[in-house]
């Protein structure tokens, strides 16, 4: 005997339909995952878009996961020398010993490197032989949380001290003969305790460079400015922006400074919180801290669209300039007028970069000198748009003059500096993305499946606590 058979109710269609769209919004991921092999020759999706081959090699500072005092091998701290050509030349991995996060990294005259690193409760200070890649000597500073330590005079560190607790952020200079703070500078001295950050991270003072005898050109990221500190009156003795100006600096990182040929001051800056980097020299003259005679201008700028929280910029003696655009986990080489001729994907969140054989804060023109004056969009730039976060670039194009503009570049920014920390390596930010969608698509069916069962739900758990009951009192009279 045949039985009719029982058409497939739209319930069930439903539930198909949502483990089918689940299935293949979660399949790319986990396709990636069985099949991601990280590799010598391909240390963490490092890789190269190169136009025009650099001058030279060139060595990236990665800042690396870190979370609550603790790294994860697959997203190390490292330093990556890149040749001409971007092909990767070595590797220091700073999970192999105590470097939790690398920060500043400068090339020295003997042809090492000085690097900053900090480990626990601590700041690391040495000198890597390259070839060897050994320490030649190593300073531990009772200090947490470093971003920049330079070597000045033969024997002293310059150091940016930030963090300390009670707003007791200073510069200092270590004499590494006497084993001893020869000299030290106190922003608690020189600014009110109502500008900048929270008590426990007041200035973060990201940065601080020699630009000449007894005369510091540092960057209070909180305080929205750059600095030139006198070391023998320890005075300001310029300064570009003001706290909550951020139409001029937003929490900017890593200034460099540039003269131009008239002798006008000039710093070249990371701002990062507005994505560009941008340019300002100071004409005329004046002291610089009033605008007396001189008043500070832009002149120069790449960005916004492009960038995504930039930390480092060295123009470089040929004009070009050397970016780290930290959040699109790359590093580039653009010229003036913003055409990207090579490119390097270095993941995870770039800090410093440097070509070796320029040494630290190599110079070049300004932007007036090379009469390439303006603010100029990025061109050329390719790698990280299809490697990289494309999620964050695809939703700012997508939605560029739209109402919901706004709401997206928000999600465009959040995205690329929160999911590089916890997406797992072997995903793209599309993967991560889609996973995500059928995490919520799995959520939300299972509500769905509550609330269309509740009452059954609600018979079931009556059924079993009336079950306990019976069998707590038959206990009971036993």
Request: hydrophobic content about 35%; glycine content about 10%; proline content about 5%.
């Amino acid at each position: 005997m045949n039985l009719p058979s029982r058409p497939l109710s739209r319930r069930w269609l439903v539930r198909g339909v949502v483990a089918l769209v689940v299935v293949l919004l979660v399949a790319p991921a986990t396709i990636s995952g069985v099949t991601y092999v990280l590799t010598d020759e391909d240390p963490g999706n490092l890789r190269a878009s190169v136009d025009e081959p650099a001058n030279g090699t060139t060595i990236i500072s990665i800042q690396g996961f870190h979370f609550q005092g603790m790294a994860n091998e697959n997203k190390p701290a490292r330093l990556v020398a890149v040749g001409p050509r971007g092909e990767v030349e070595w590797v220091h991995d700073g999970s192999g010993f105590d470097a939790t996060w690398f920060y500043d990294v400068d090339p020295l005259d003997n042809g090492h490197l000085l690097v900053t690193a900090t480990a626990e409760g601590e700041t690391l200070v040495y000198e890597l032989d390259p070839d060897t890649q050994e320490r030649v000597w190593t300073e531990r500073l009772p200090i947490a949380d470093t971003h920049d330590v330079d070597l000045i005079n033969d024997d002293e560190l310059l150091v940016a001290n930030m963090r300390e607790d009670g707003k007791d952020d200073r510069l200092f200079v270590y004499n590494r003969t006497r084993g001893e703070i020869v000299w030290e500078w106190r922003f608690d001295d020189h600014y009110p305790e109502d500008v900048g950050g929270p008590s426990n991270d007041w200035t973060h003072v990201n940065d601080v460079d020699k630009i000449d005898e007894g005369e510091y050109l540092a960057s209070p990221r909180n305080f929205d400015q750059v600095i030139v500190v006198n070391r023998s009156t320890d005075e300001i003795e310029m300064r570009l922006g003001e706290d909550d100006d951020h139409d001029t600096l937003y929490e900017q990182h890593n200034p460099m400074y540039l003269e131009s040929e008239d002798g006008d001051p000039t710093v070249l800056v990371a701002d990062s919180e507005n994505d560009r980097i941008v340019e300002y020299e100071r004409e005329g003259g004046g002291d610089g801290e009033t605008g007396t005679d001189g008043e500070w201008t832009r002149t120069w700028s790449i960005g916004t669209e492009g960038l995504s929280w930039p930390r480092d910029a060295d123009r470089l003696p040929d004009g070009d300039t050397l970016v780290v655009d930290t959040m699109n986990q790359r590093v580039f080489e653009t010229t003036p007028e913003g055409e990207v001729v090579w490119e390097f994907r270095a993941p995870w969140a770039p800090y410093d970069v440097e070509r070796m054989q320029l040494g630290d804060e190599p110079g070049g023109p300004t932007a007036t000198d090379m009469n390439a004056s303006g603010d100029h969009d990025l061109t050329g730039s390719s790698l990280s748009v299809r490697d990289g976060e494309g999620v964050s670039f695809w939703t700012v194009e997508t939605f560029e003059d739209t109402p919901v503009e706004a709401q997206a570049t928000e999600f465009a920014r959040t995205w690329a500096h929160v999911t590089p920390w916890i997406r797992p390596v072997w995903m793209t930010g599309w993967e991560f993305l889609a996973l995500m969608v059928g995490s919520v698509a799995v959520v939300g069916w299972g509500l769905g499946e509550v609330v269309y069962q509740r009452r059954r739900i609600r018979r079931g758990v009556s059924s079993l606590t009336g079950k306990v009951t019976e069998w707590n009192d038959r206990r009971g009279a036993e």
